[in-house]
């Protein structure tokens, strides 16, 4: 059984990293799309762009992004004027409402990622091959943590 100590020091280093990420993130992300990706929007174009999210309702995306649904009703707003998304009402229940990517949002969001890419790229063009093994390796142990972190939100 892990103490409470243990789980705050580990907290505190958690949120640290967090915060500097997201900070670093923030500066080095910065490209000229319909949609930043350090802003909703762009979340809204990941979660949809998940296998297992493809169609999710707008309460469920809502919920997922941790916003309220008129929070959420003007950003799909916003998202389906630029043509990337689109809203499928169901034939059976109307007020259920689906939010799905255009083929646009898809291209958009893949050209976000090949942006996000060649920024993460041109960052670590100064590490040493050794360095560059380490980051994996934490990266691929982190990564599994974060799924299991994700979980406790």
């Known amino acids: 059984m892990v103490d409470q100590q243990e789980l705050s020091s580990a907290g505190l280093?958690?949120?640290?990293?967090?915060?500097?990420?997201?900070?670093?993130?923030?500066?080095?992300?910065q490209q000229q799309n319909q949609v930043k990706a350090n802003k909703a929007g762009f979340q809204v174009l990941f979660i949809l762009s998940m296998p297992e999210y493809t169609q999710p309702t707008m309460s469920f995306l809502a919920d997922e992004m941790g916003i309220t649904k008129q929070q959420l009703t003007k950003l799909v707003n916003d998202l389906e004027a630029m043509g990337l998304v689109k809203r499928i009402h169901d034939e059976r229940?109307?007020?259920?409402?689906y939010v799905t990517l255009t083929d646009d949002g898809r291209n958009e969001f893949e050209e976000i990622k090949q942006a996000m890419l060649e920024c993460t790229v041109a960052g670590l063009k100064d590490f040493s091959e050794d360095e560059l093994e380490q980051l994996?390796?934490?990266?691929?142990?982190?990564?599994?943590?974060?799924?299991?972190?994700?979980?406790n939100c």
């Open 13 to 29: 280093k958690f949120m640290d990293f967090a915060i500097r990420f997201f900070n670093m993130a923030k500066c080095q992300y």
């Open 93 to 97: 229940n109307r007020r259920q409402v």
């Open 136 to 151: 994996g390796d934490c990266l691929e142990r982190l990564i599994p943590l974060l799924e299991k972190f994700r979980g």
